[in-house]
C-alpha cells in the first residue's frame, strides 16, 4: 500500500468515526465534541502561523474570545442572525489579528512570544474582566442563552451543531491543505527560511507575515464564534473558557503533536477536550492533566522535535517503504512531507 | 547604456566609514567586478543596491530608476537579484522549490485561488515548475531538483542560489562571492556559467570576489575598492598592472 493510499485511507475512516460516533453518545458528550471541533480549527489557525510562517502565539484564545463576544452581543443583544454575526466577528478577530502583526512585524522568537502573550492578557483583564460586559447584560459578566444557527428556519440540535462545526474544521483544513501546497504555503516557507532571500526574491515579506497573521487570527475568531454558539454562552470572569492559560495549553499540546501538520491539529482539538476523560481510564486522576501533558512537551521537545503525528507518521511510510522494497527490490525512495 | 548608476554613495557603521564617494557603473550585457581586501566596502555597497542598507548620501539608479527609498522586494520586481556571501537558500525545500519561489512574486493569484485550487493556480503552478527546471538543466544540476538544498555541498548551494536569482529573469544580477568554498575546476565551470548566462539570459552582472582568477577571467570591468573608497577601475590587464592596486589588494595576495 503506498503511503498517499494508507493516508487517504486513514483520513476517510477518521472523519467517518468523528462523525457518526457522537451521534450514539448523550448530549454532554455530544457538547463535548462539538467544543473539541472548535479546538481543533483553534489549533488549525496555530498550524497555519506556526507552522506555515515560523511565528509563534500565545493569544488564539484571545482571538477566539473576539469572535465569541461578537456572536453574543449581537446575537443575543442585536437579535442578530448567526451567519452574519459569526462572519463579523471572524472578519473582526482577524483585522485585529492584521494589527497585532503588525506589532510582530520586526519581532521573533522570544520577543515575537512576549509579544503575544501580553495582548493575551490585555484581553484577559480588558474584554474578559469580570463586569466589563454588566452594564449590557445585566450584570451576567458575559453573554447566556446564546442560540444554536438556524438553517431555513430550522434551528440545528445538539448532534447537528456538532456536525456543522466538524465541517467547518473539515472545510478549513482542506483550504489550508491546499495553500500548503501551493504558491503560498511555499512563499511562507520561504519567509520562515530567510527573510533577506526572500525580499531579494521580489517577495513582499511583511505583507505575507500580515495576511498570515491576518487569515489566523480570522479562523481563531471563527472557532470562537462557533464556541459561542456551542456552549450558548461568551463568559468573561473566572468561567471564562477563552483566558490566556489556554492559549499556552495550545501552543504546548500543538508542540506535542506537532505544529506542522493539519491532522495534528484535529488530535489536538480532541486531546485537550477529552484528555482528563482520558486519563481517568487509566490509573491516574484527571487532574494530572496539566502535569501529564507539560512532562509529554518536555519529552517531544527533547526527543522529537517535529511532532508525535508528523514522527509517526514519517516513521509509518519509512516502514511502507521498507516493506515494499522487500517485495519488490531495488527501493524506490521518495521524500515524503508531513500531512 | 548604463544599466545600474552608482554615484557617489556613502555610508556610516557608527565611527566606521564603510563607503565613501563610491561611483560604479555597469553597462547592459557587462560583467563588472568589484574587488578590495576584506572590510573595503564591497557587501555594504551589494546591500546598498539591493536595498538591504540605505546610502547616506549619493545617488543609485537602476535602468532609469532612482532606488532610492525603494524596498528590496519592489528593486527585485525591477529586475535585480543578488546571491549571498553566507548562502541564504531556502534550507527546508528541494532544490526546484527554491528555484519556484522565484516565480512567486509574479504570479497573478493570490491565497484565495491557491486555498480554492483554481485551475489558473495550477497552471501556473505547473508553469513555474517547467520554468525552474529548464533553469536547472541549464545550469546542469536538475539531477538535484528532488533534494533538500540544506543537505547538499556547499558547491551545489552556491550553483542552486545562481539558479534561483537567474529564475527571476533579472536584467542585473549581484554575485557575492560566488566562488567561495569552490575549488579551481568548480570556479573554472562557474566562470562558464557565467559568461554562458550572460550571453544566453541577456543578464549583466556585477560581481564581488577574492578569487582573482574568477574575476580575470569572466570581468569586462573592474572596480577596486579600498576602505570605501574607489582606487581604481578599468579592464583587468590596467588593474593586474595598476601599482595602487597591487600595493592595496594584490600584493598581499600574489
Not at chain 1, 448523550?26 to 488549525?44: E, I, M, R, V, W
Not at chain 1, 509509518?316 to 516493506?323: I, W
Request: proline share 3%; glycine share 10%.
Amino acid at each position: 500500500m503506498s503511503p498517499t493510499t494508507l493516508r487517504r485511507s486513514l483520513v476517510v475512516v477518521g472523519i467517518a468515526v468523528a462523525a457518526t460516533v457522537p451521534w450514539f453518545t448523550d448530549l454532554f458528550a455530544q457538547g463535548l465534541a462539538t467544543t473539541a471541533a472548535c479546538t481543533a480549527l483553534l489549533a488549525l489557525s496555530l498550524v497555519l502561523l506556526t507552522g506555515m510562517v515560523g511565528q509563534v502565539s500565545f493569544c488564539q484564545f484571545s482571538f477566539a474570545a473576539l469572535g465569541a463576544f461578537t456572536v453574543g452581543s449581537l446575537m443575543v443583544g442585536h437579535g442578530v442572525s448567526f451567519w452574519l454575526a459569526a462572519t463579523l466577528g471572524a472578519a473582526f478577530a482577524g483585522v485585529v489579528g492584521v494589527v497585532v502583526g503588525f506589532l510582530a512585524l520586526r519581532l521573533r522568537g522570544l520577543l515575537l512570544a512576549v509579544l503575544t502573550v501580553s495582548v493575551a492578557l490585555f484581553v484577559d483583564v480588558s474584554l474578559l474582566a469580570p463586569g466589563t460586559w454588566d452594564g449590557f447584560t445585566n450584570g451576567s459578566s458575559g453573554w447566556t442563552g446564546i442560540p444554536h444557527p438556524a438553517i431555513f428556519g430550522h434551528e440545528l440540535d445538539t448532534y447537528q451543531l456538532y456536525l456543522f462545526t466538524f465541517g467547518v474544521f473539515l472545510l478549513a483544513a482542506l483550504l489550508v491543505w491546499n495553500l500548503r501546497n501551493g504558491k503560498t504555503g511555499r512563499v511562507l516557507r520561504a519567509v520562515r527560511d530567510s527573510e533577506v532571500a526572500s525580499a531579494t526574491l521580489g517577495l513582499n515579506v511583511a505583507g505575507w507575515k500580515l495576511a498570515a497573521f491576518g487569515v489566523s487570527a480570522a479562523m481563531a475568531g471563527l472557532a470562537g464564534a462557533l464556541l459561542a454558539v456551542a456552549e450558548s454562552s461568551a463568559a468573561g470572569g473566572s468561567q471564562s473558557s477563552y483566558s490566556f492559560q489556554y492559549s499556552v495549553a495550545l501552543v504546548a499540546t500543538v508542540t506535542v503533536f506537532g505544529a506542522g501538520s493539519i491532522f495534528a491539529a484535529a488530535v489536538t482539538g480532541f486531546f485537550i477536550v477529552f484528555g482528563t476523560w482520558l486519563l481517568d481510564l487509566t490509573p491516574l486522576s484527571h487532574q494530572w492533566f496539566n502535569l501529564v501533558l507539560g512532562a509529554l512537551l518536555i519529552v517531544q521537545l527533547v526527543f522529537n522535535p517535529d511532532g508525535v503525528v508528523v514522527k509517526t507518521e514519517r516513521d509509518v511510510v519509512h516502514l511502507l517503504h521498507r516493506l515494499a522494497a522487500r517485495r519488490h527490490p531495488p527501493a524506490v525512495s521518495v521524500t515524503s512531507e508531513a500531512a | 547604456m548604463a544599466l545600474l548608476e552608482v554615484r557617489g554613495v556613502g555610508k556610516r557603521f557608527g565611527g566606521v566609514q564603510a563607503l565613501q564617494d563610491v561611483s560604479a557603473i555597469v553597462h547592459r550585457g557587462e560583467i563588472v567586478g568589484l574587488i578590495g581586501p576584506n572590510g573595503a566596502g564591497k557587501t555594504t555597497l551589494f546591500n546598498c543596491i539591493s536595498g538591504v542598507e540605505t546610502p547616506d548620501s549619493g545617488r543609485i539608479a537602476f535602468d532609469d530608476n532612482d532606488l532610492a527609498g525603494m524596498s528590496p522586494h519592489r528593486r527585485a520586481r525591477l529586475g535585480i537579484a543578488r546571491t549571498f556571501q553566507n548562502l541564504q537558500l531556502f534550507g527546508s525545500m528541494t532544490v526546484l522549490e527554491n528555484c519556484m519561489t522565484a516565480f512567486d512574486a509574479f504570479a497573478r493569484r493570490g491565497m484565495v485561488a491557491d486555498a480554492l485550487r483554481m485551475p489558473w493556480a495550477r497552471f501556473e503552478e505547473h508553469r513555474a515548475r517547467e520554468r525552474a527546471m529548464a533553469m536547472l538543466h541549464f545550469l546542469d544540476i536538475e539531477r538535484f531538483a528532488h533534494s533538500r538544498a540544506q543537505d547538499l555541498p556547499t558547491g551545489l548551494q552556491r550553483r542552486i542560489e545562481l539558479a534561483r536569482a537567474l529564475c527571476l529573469r533579472p536584467a542585473l544580477l549581484l554575485l557575492d562571492e560566488p566562488a567561495a568554498g569552490l575549488d579551481a575546476d568548480e570556479t573554472i565551470e562557474l566562470a562558464g556559467f557565467l559568461r554562458s548566462a550572460r550571453d544566453r539570459l541577456d543578464v549583466s552582472m556585477l560581481l564581488v570576489d577574492h578569487d582573482m582568477s574568477l574575476v580575470m577571467r569572466v570581468c569586462d570591468h573592474i572596480t577596486v575598492l579600498d576602505f570605501g573608497k574607489v582606487i581604481a577601475a578599468g579592464d583587468p590587464p590596467a588593474i593586474r598592472s595598476d601599482p595602487v592596486v597591487i600595493t592595496a589588494y594584490l600584493g598581499e595576495a600574489a
